[in-house]
């Protein structure tokens, strides 16, 4: 569930006080880190299918050729394996091996661009990290008083004013500390800022892995190497099978998959350890973001991760100041990611420790509806009304925790009560069309082809 003060803080309004500077910057850090890291994990899907449909095209102008050179062709199936036999004249083999190096090129290429999307994130991590501890200092300059770093007369000449020399001092200070290894950059982080438990956050390890990984790509053309493997070693991480000095490493869909929930969440974590930390007066806000990034998460199917996050932030973060209706959200958000996710048992678990004859009936609508109650929901619908401060009339459509319930005929008669219209109204939105597939010719003869067939 999300709320209008969770929402309005992850609005794009100027802050309405001085005093919330600070969060807002907090916030916008995270939300580009988010942003950027979220786009990359898109990627490998393009990557596989660019892959896929220039090697199909390969293949099939492979096939013509051969056909009009009059080139035998067997197949040789072995298990899952396929092997495709050409009986060439000698005197276009030349041709064959061009193509054939066609094909292993797309092959690579799409190697090379699988790996680089680790070194992408990593590098998107890299840049949180420093805007985090540029924000830092600014918020507790004291801490960069501290610092041995010093600056020369004649390097002190170049500024004109104080603030120009500190701006100077802390970007000195950054690139100093992400020139180390990521754990001793953590390492520095804790120290400074006097975090705790940084390497106890979920998924440390493979963190640490990944960063490892990226180091091979940038610096081994991601042949393994024996600092790849002594670190893992360290850290306890278990070696794939095969793992050897100078054995390839790979980026298949999992992998990747699981590396970006891996920095995604370390991200999350560390800019909300630092956040209040340095800002202990703004943990209300930073509850806030948490419970909306969760609900967010749920909406695009994350389960699991969302569930990691509100985990750990019970524990960690949530305290006697958290609202206790942001205490219920993370309960009910904790719940219902398990709900989709088949988990019943867990679901009800979370459930049945809530008394939710104390609560607000907002609450109950949100039991009633995860144990798909749906005639007591519909009741709970018409007895809160269009006033609440928590639902609102679009957050049926929009929250997942309704997902099911508004199939149902309870639903569609209770919402006519309250909001005097049917439900199922038509809400307009659009999607923009890339100017690239409008300029190219023959991306615009496909698009237009699928638009005549899908477009009243």
């Known amino acids: ?153 004649s390097e002190l000449s170049k500024f004109s004013t104080v603030d120009e020399a500190r701006e100077y001092l802390i970007e000195k200070e950054v690139e100093n500390v992400l020139r180390e290894n990521h754990s001793e950059q953590l390492n520095y982080i804790q120290k400074k800022f006097n975090l705790k438990d940084l390497c106890k956050i979920p998924g440390w390890v493979n963190f640490i892995e990944v960063t490892e990984r990226r180091n091979v790509f940038v610096h081994c053309d991601g042949k393994v190497s024996r600092q790849y493997i002594s670190v893992c070693k360290e850290k306890g991480i278990q070696l794939t099978e095969n793992c050897d000095l100078n054995t390839i490493l790979d980026v298949d869909n999992d992998y990747f998959h699981n590396s970006y929930k891996e920095l995604l969440k370390i991200g999350i974590v560390l800019t909300q350890k630092m956040w209040r930390q340095l800002k202990p007066k703004e943990q209300g806000s930073a509850d806030d973001v948490i419970a909306q990034l969760c609900f967010e998460l749920i909406l695009v199917g994350e389960y699991n991760l969302a569930i990691e996050i509100l985990t750990y932030s019970e524990t960690n973060f949530y305290g006697k100041s958290t609202s206790e209706i942001s205490k219920m959200n993370s309960k009910l958000n904790k719940a219902q990611a398990y709900k989709w996710m088949g988990k019943t048992k867990e679901m009800k678990l979370i459930l049945d420790k809530i008394d939710f004859t104390a609560v607000k009936d907002e609450f109950k609508l949100a039991q009633l509806v995860l144990d798909d109650k749906f005639i007591e929901a519909a009741q709970i619908v018409e007895k809160i009304g269009s006033k609440s401060d928590l639902i609102k009339e679009d957050s049926y459509g929009t929250w997942p925790i309704f997902r099911e319930f508004i199939k149902s005929e309870e639903f569609a008669s209770s919402f006519e009560v309250v909001f005097n219209r049917e439900f199922n109204r038509n809400i307009e939105e659009s999607i923009k069309v890339p100017e690239e597939v409008m300029s190219d010719s023959s991306q615009l003869e496909e698009f237009n082809s699928i638009v005549e067939s899908n477009v009243d």
Request: net charge neutral.
């Open 1 to 153: 569930m999300a709320t209008k003060k969770q929402t309005k803080a992850l609005s794009n309004a100027h802050p309405e006080k001085e005093n919330e500077e600070s969060s807002i910057e907090f916030l916008s850090i995270f939300k580009g880190f988010r942003y950027r890291i979220t786009c990359l994990g898109t990627a490998i899907s393009m990557i596989n299918k660019s892959r896929n449909a220039e090697l199909t095209y390969k293949i099939q102008e492979l096939f013509e050729w051969s056909k009009s050179n009059n080139v035998g062709i067997t197949e040789d199936v072995n298990g899952d394996s396929v092997k495709l036999k050409f009986s060439i004249p000698e005197k276009d083999i030349s041709t064959f091996h061009y193509m054939q190096e066609e094909m292993n090129a797309i092959e690579h290429a799409s190697y090379v661009m699988r790996r680089n999307l680790i070194i992408s994130l990593v590098s998107e991590f890299d840049n949180l990290l420093a805007e985090l501890i540029k924000l830092a200092f600014r918020i507790q300059p004291k801490i960069l008083d501290s610092s041995s770093r010093s600056l020369t007369l």
